[in-house]
């Protein structure tokens, strides 16, 4: 499998928690009740897949090979993808901090959970496209193929190493339940 294929992979499964993010934060609007949780639960899986076990391979690995080979590493592109996983984490960061006032009882925190809901998701949404479609390409065009099994034994490191053994398995699991508490 290519590097940009497990990359692919693992954003399926971060879609499908924006997509119970994107439903929990409607009934939120339309007064129905989310339990706080949710988003907590949510913040986590963002936290420990979309920013551990996935951006870490994008930063720590994929963008930095495609900088050796010639594409700039700020700027341009991958500039613009590392700004955004900033933006993601700062969404993150406020979905936490609201969902909790919304635990502790502050119902105007409804409001703050929905904004940096929607906040995280239109930003992701759009962030996944632009990688699928121009940078994942471009990193398949200038990565050459004796390069391949490097940067996936990179990939298998960060799992093993950084991330931890079993952590990946347990966010598919944190999605799945996410996804299955939306759905009602
Ligand atoms: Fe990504």
Known sequence: MKATEILMAEHEVI??????????AIMLE???????????????FIKGFADGCHHVKEEQVLF???EQ??????????????????????????????AQKLAAGDVSAREAVVQNTR???????QHILKENNV?????????PVSEH????????????????EGVHEK?????EALEKEARG
């Open 15 to 24: 879609q499908r928690v924006i997509g119970s993010l994107e439903a929990a």
């Open 64 to 66: 930095r090979t495609m």
């Open 171 to 175: 966010y598919l699991a944190l999605a």
């Open 135 to 143: 940078l994942f390409p471009m990193a398949d065009q200038v990565i």
């Open 119 to 125: 906040g995280y998701t239109a930003l992701l949404r």
């Open 69 to 98: 080979y010639g594409v700039p590493g700020q700027g341009g592109p991958v500039g613009v993808m590392l700004f955004e996983h900033e933006q993601g984490r700062q969404f993150t960061r406020g979905i936490r901090a609201a």
């Open 30 to 44: 339309n007064g129905q009740y989310v339990r706080p949780g949710f988003f907590t639960d949510a913040a986590d």
């Open 149 to 164: 099994d490097r940067v996936f034994e990179s990939f298998e490191h960060i799992e093993h190493e950084e991330t931890g």
